[in-house]
């Protein structure tokens, strides 16, 4: 049982910020004890500021699927997310 806003939300990052340059895809790979989420490609920013530091490398895409209601705002997501991985006493994430 995962929170759903953390699903939510990371799978849309994955979509938001994969680099289109990069030959692959998303994949969410869903096991028994775990979901792994992966995207091709490195991130603009390090794993360890995506808590307090936004960029994005497709900004009208995630500006859509804001409006849309599939991602939170700009970096709030992500606290969300991890605040309610925390709540469920969830392993973190990497």
Not at 17 to 40: A, T
Not at 44 to 62: C, G, H, K, M, V
Request: glycine content about 6%; charged content about 30%.
């Amino acid at each position: 049982m995962y929170p759903e806003i953390a699903i939510r939300e990371i799978c849309a990052n994955m979509i938001i910020h994969q680099d289109f340059n990069v030959l692959g895809f998303p994949m969410i790979e869903i096991y028994s004890d775990r979901v792994e989420i992966s995207s091709p490609g490195q991130p603009l920013i390090s794993t360890d500021r995506f808590i307090d530091e936004y960029q994005s490398r497709n900004e009208e895409l995630a500006d859509i699927m804001r409006r849309m209601g599939f991602c939170e705002e700009k970096g709030s997501g992500m606290d969300k997310a991890l605040t309610a991985i925390e709540k469920y006493q969830l392993p973190p994430i990497k």
